[in-house]
């Protein structure tokens, strides 16, 4: 297919790459023009200078949130403004249900479809990916969904992609923030970590965030695979569209607060994991 992508950060560079090694013919745009031209000369694709410049069957969106992604499909030099008829647009950022089902609104055809895991999973296309839409318009970009994820579920009508999403993200911060005071509480009582590691991981505490996160908390490297600043945005999502529904997520919330101090340390931009920070330092116990 000739594919649009919008948006060459950390994901989508690794995400688009994946549609060009699998054969599809890419036109690409990025806010940094010369970001968009090193990828396009590295990997064999046309760079538009406006997403309004791109013509192709389908157009990607992977971007920071909501704004953005209206911005680039519905902006003054927004892609669907001369896109021809029958353009599919899929948006992979993760932007939350309500901006999701407002762009479907306003957009003849229209995917949401975010995905879970880390830059190395975007590497080696093993990501995991939830679509929200039409069952036709979700087929037509099953193909390119295959070539980038490992996973591709149809959760539902515009909109379930997202709300999938921000749920998963809501649970693996509270299990990231459980993991963290564990391991706290296990230093200050003198526990041996690699043997409670050991047990967890052999047992009922295992979880994806003991088998990525341990480590890292443990050494403090909080080398960049998610930012912590998205991490706090999609839990923030989530309780959002809970409180909308009546139902409330205490773990979730607990994590946020913990997310957002970790923000007022100048987080932002490292791994999630560093919320550990704020564990240690509410219990003045470091872990290493």
């Known amino acids: 297919m000739r594919v649009g992508w919008i948006g060459l950060g950390i994901m989508g560079s690794r995400m688009a790459a994946n549609l060009r090694r699998a054969g599809h013919e890419l036109v690409v745009h990025n806010r940094t023009r010369e970001t968009a031209e090193a990828w396009a000369a590295d990997h064999g694709a046309e760079v538009a200078p406006a997403p309004d410049a791109i013509r192709a069957e389908v157009v990607f969106t992977m971007l920071v949130d909501g704004e953005q992604v209206e911005q680039a499909l519905l902006g ?12 599919l647009f899929v948006d992979m950022s993760t932007i939350g249900p309500e901006a999701a089902r407002a762009l479907g609104e306003r957009l003849p055809a229209f995917v949401d479809a975010p995905v879970t895991g880390s830059s190395p999973r975007a590497q080696d296309g093993s990501l995991t990916i939830m679509a929200g839409g039409e069952e036709a318009d979700v087929q ?10 490992e996973l591709v579920v149809h959760a539902g009508p515009v909109g379930h992609g997202q709300q ?3 749920i998963n993200n ?13 391991l706290v509480v296990g230093r200050a009582t003198g526990t041996d970590l690699d043997a409670l590691m050991a047990v ?13 996160k341990a480590g890292p908390m443990r050494e403090h490297d909080y080398t960049t695979l998610f930012k912590l600043e998205h991490m706090l945005k999609d839990v923030q999502l989530c309780l959002n569209s809970g409180h909308a529904a009546g139902a409330e997520f205490p773990a979730a919330a607990a ?23 704020v564990v240690e330092a509410a219990s003045g116990h470091r872990l290493g």
């Open 140 to 149: 037509r970009a099953w193909p390119l969904f295959q070539a980038m994820g």
């Open 200 to 212: 967890m991981a052999a047992g009922s505490g295992g979880s994806a965030m003991l088998d990525l």
């Open 170 to 182: 809501a649970v693996a911060a509270a299990n990231a923030h459980t993991l963290a005071q564990a």
């Open 76 to 87: 003054p030099d927004g892609a669907a403004g001369e896109a021809p008829d029958g353009t």
């Open 255 to 277: 994590a946020r607060d913990v997310l957002g101090a970790a923000m007022d340390r100048d987080l932002g931009d490292a791994d999630f994991a560093a919320l550990v920070e």
């Open 164 to 166: 999938v999403k921000v």
